[in-house]
Structures are given as C-alpha cells and as structure tokens.
T-cell receptor
C-alpha cells in the first residue's frame, strides 16, 4: 500500500513567484493535514481537511496560502506570492479517523521550499 | 497555551547503549496525548510511540519506551540498545483533545541523535 506522497520534493523559487505543493494521502484516509517546519523551529500545524471540507485552518499564516482538496482525494497548497519567510519543509499527513487513542497519523516525506 | 519543549538540540550515544531524549510539555487540558516521531535523513516522519494522559502505565514499543511523569509534565523517550539506524531527528508532540478527538499536533523543535559505532 502506498504511503503519503508529496510533490515536489524540493522547489526553489524567487520571491514573488507562485508555488503549488501537492499531497496524495493514503487511499481511504478522510483526514488530511498540512504542517510546516521553518528551519530550526518546531513543526507547526497549518490546516486539517475532512474529505473536501476544511475542518480547521487556524494555522494558515496569511491569505497568501491557499489549500484545496477537491473531491476529497489529493490536496494542493498554493503559496502566492511567495516570500522569503515561507521557506521551509511542508509536511502532509493523513489518518483514517481522528483517533481517541493513538489516532495514528501517517506523514509524507515533505516538500522543501526555498524562496530566494 | 500548549507547548512542547525539547532542550537537547543534539545528542551523541555509543552503539548498543541506551539514550534518553528529553521532552517537557505545558497544557491545561485534562486529556491529551503525547507522541514521539523519528525523522531520518530521508525526510519521512515515522511514528514511534504514544502515551495517553490517562494511561496508567508507561508506553513501550520494542526498544522504545516513554518515561511519562505526569506531575512533572515530562515525556522522555528512552531508546535501549542504540543502533546506527537510530541516527535521526526525534520530535516530541502533543495532541490536544478538546471537544473531541483531533490529530492537530503541537511539536517540539526536535533533537538530533547521532549513534556512534
């Protein structure tokens, strides 16, 4: 069974350009999450989808970030226009349920974004 | 506010020895979950171990055990018999359980573990 896959693995763009990151969750997982790690800092929650609906987007930094999950399958995270402080690793994760115990969350390998 | 603190940016351990990675947390929630994830150089975040705030016993998963001290708000990860493949970044995380279950995790800054032969 395929795990969570993310594309691209690394993107280098200039300030002001647009980048779109894609995440394919594990098949059948209704819950999809985006997290971000800025260099040297903690991994921070961005948002949570349940199927195609945004359940919680309290971690989205500003309106330059747009996440979508059309049809409740894969998700995209667009940054437009990108700023220097957006550089970091963007992780996608999925889970089958929310989990009252382990609620295991499966992570992808991340998409590293470098804004010059 | 919820917070996870990992005070060790880097650790060294000799192969086959045990190592403890520190994690303290801050929360006012009565119910929460604590996790440890491993991130090898490949980048993927790998789930290691989970401890629920009401669990009576410390969690164990193979060579991993979680030293949960609720009164001190600490959840240290103990890796026994370290192997070279254990070299990685380790993140402690907490899950809030508000009105219902959630997988919104709060992470620490991580500890980079290097296992030496």
């Amino acid at each position: 069974e395929a795990g969570v896959t993310q594309f691209p693995s690394h993107s280098v763009i200039e300030k002001g350009q647009t980048v779109t990151l894609r995440c394919d969750p594990i098949s059948g997982h209704d819950n999809l999450y985006w997290y971000r790690r800025v260099m040297g800092k903690e991994i921070k929650f961005l948002l949570h989808f349940v199927k195609e609906s945004k359940q919680d987007e309290s971690g989205m930094p500003n309106n330059r970030f747009l996440a979508e999950r059309t049809g409740g399958t894969y998700s995209t995270l667009k940054v437009q226009p990108a700023e220097l402080e957006d550089s970091g690793v963007y992780f996608c994760a999925s889970s089958q349920g929310l989990g009252t115990t382990r609620g295991e969350l499966f992570f992808g390998e991340g998409s590293r974004l470098t804004v010059l | 506010a919820q917070k996870i603190t990992q005070t060790q940016p880097g650790m060294f351990v000799q192969e086959k020895e045990a190592v403890t990675l520190d994690c303290t947390y801050d929360t006012s929630d009565p119910s929460y979950g604590l996790f440890w994830y491993k991130q090898p150089s490949s980048g993927e975040m790998i789930f290691l171990i989970y401890q629920g705030s009401y669990d009576q016993q410390n969690a164990t998963e193979g060579r991993y055990s979680l030293n949960f001290q609720k009164a001190r708000k600490s959840a240290n990860l103990v890796i026994s018999a370290s192997q070279l493949g254990d070299s990685a970044m380790y993140f402690c995380a907490m899950r809030r359980v508000l009105g219902g279950a959630t997988n919104k995790l709060i992470f620490g800054t991580g500890t980079l573990l290097a296992v030496q032969p």
